[in-house]
């Protein structure tokens, strides 16, 4: 899995804490996306950037807080969460957001525990 | 709106025996078809699509798909099961055209377990 890289790969943080998830692809794509995997339930699309610029936003809840520097960097700030927030976390690319024939490639994830 | 289906929660085979991992849509256009397997701890590997052309579509690992407009499905399968097979899938579909989101819409995964 060296295309996609999430570090850390486990977290644990309080409720009052703040943290950063940060994920790399290696892979020279446009877009980059964060999904978050809760047990029983469809991948959840969280946040996409194509260009570094951000085109979806699915009403995600402030705590959650996503940056793009660059095209190969994709971080997800994180503040003041609740114990439903635990689950884990995705970040995946694709060659080109508007070119739906592409696939999307995935990190190993982060599994993040909220206490 | 664009959804998919995976009826199944657990498919259970024998290693060497053919499987089968189901999966429905519905989308107002062309769909595009897409399989995902994911590992305990790992991240979502992509397996195998289909855009368009044959219907009989084939991915890494020896998995095969086949597409049936008719009855819009697009069935995982492989000729003989593996333990190493033992894994949870997911469908997703994105429609072809134009419209407010191109998101990839992903069921709700089926957990494959393949006896020795």
């Known amino acids: 899995e060296t295309g996609v890289t999430q570090t850390p790969r486990h977290l644990v943080m309080g409720m009052t804490n703040k943290k950063s998830l940060k994920c790399e692809q290696h892979l020279g794509h446009n877009a980059m996306y964060w999904y978050k995997q809760s047990a029983k339930k469809p991948l959840e699309l969280m946040f996409v950037?194509?260009?570094?610029?951000?085109?979806e936003n699915n009403s995600v809840p402030s705590r959650f807080s996503p940056e793009c520097p660059n095209s190969s960097h994709l971080f997800l700030h994180l503040h003041t969460l609740q114990p439903e927030d635990s689950a884990l976390y995705l970040c995946a690319s694709s060659q080109d957001f508007s070119d739906r024939t592409y696939e999307q490639y995935f990190g190993p994830g982060t599994r993040l525990t909220v206490t | 709106a664009q959804s998919v289906a995976q009826p199944e929660d657990q498919v259970n085979v024998a290693e060497g025996n053919p499987l089968t991992v189901k999966c429905t849509y519905s989308v107002s256009g062309n769909p595009y078809l897409f399989w995902y397997v994911q590992y305990p701890n790992r991240g979502l590997q992509f397996l195998l699509k289909?855009?368009?052309?044959?219907?009989l579509v084939k991915g890494s690992y020896g998995f095969e798909a086949e597409f049936n407009k008719s009855q819009t499905s697009f069935h995982l399968k492989k000729p003989s099961a593996l333990v190493s097979d033992s894994a949870l899938y997911f469908c997703?579909?994105?429609?072809?055209?134009?419209?407010?989101?191109?998101?990839?819409?992903f069921g709700t995964g089926t957990l494959l377990a393949v006896q020795p």
């Open positions: 950037y194509s260009l570094e610029e951000r085109v």
């Open positions: 289909y855009i368009t052309g044959d219907n």
């Open positions: 997703a579909v994105r429609e072809d055209y134009g419209g407010a989101t191109n998101k990839l819409i």
